[in-house]
């Protein structure tokens, strides 16, 4: 796998890559080399985070742990990814191309014994969608108490989401041109 560091409110420092390249060693069994590994690693008020993002074949694996402990975040988000390819294993091996992970017989999955289930869809709920700018819809989200809000962005007449991130933030989902 190939290694993309990102640093806020802080440097990565040598001897933390080489931690965190070492952790996630137990992550590349199941990628290809040419494999990109986004880490962000930041610190806010005494939290320390640790994001990761691995995109293999339209897939995306992602985890973000914050602890009073880098390396405790480090060890934290290995195992989410780890349960992520566990209990989606036969469902990602249907939907991607052979050979997407190299060898994701050899998991041991002794830790995460999951029963596979298929996915149902319990409840479709229908609502009138008013073209309105990102900056409504967060008003609107918070009107209704909800984390996300579909809706039509009145600059590019496109369906974007907008979202409350764990930190109090907000993000908008586009999609590509």
Do not use: C
Request: proline share 2%.
């Amino acid at each position: 796998m190939k290694y993309i560091f990102v640093g806020k409110n802080m440097e990565v420092s040598g001897k933390l890559k080489e931690r965190i390249v070492k952790k996630l060693g137990k992550l590349e069994k199941f990628f290809n080399s040419e494999t990109e590994a986004n880490v962000t690693v930041s610190i806010q008020k005494n939290w320390h985070i640790l994001e990761l993002t691995i995109a293999q074949n339209g897939i995306t694996f992602r985890a973000e742990e914050k602890s009073d402990d880098m390396y405790v975040s480090i060890d934290k988000v290995v195992d989410i990814v780890e349960r992520q390819i566990r209990k989606n294993k036969t469902r990602l091996s249907r939907r991607i191309h052979e050979n997407a992970f190299k060898s994701i017989e050899d998991f041991d999955d002794s830790r995460y014994i999951v029963e596979e289930q298929d996915y149902r869809v319990l409840r479709t709920k229908k609502f009138p969608v008013k073209p309105m700018t990102p900056d409504e819809a967060i008003l609107q989200m918070n009107l209704l108490s909800h984390v996300f809000f579909v809706f039509v962005n009145s600059d590019t007449k496109q369906t974007n989401v907008v979202y409350k991130r764990k930190d109090d933030s907000y993000g908008l989902i586009e999609p590509e041109q």
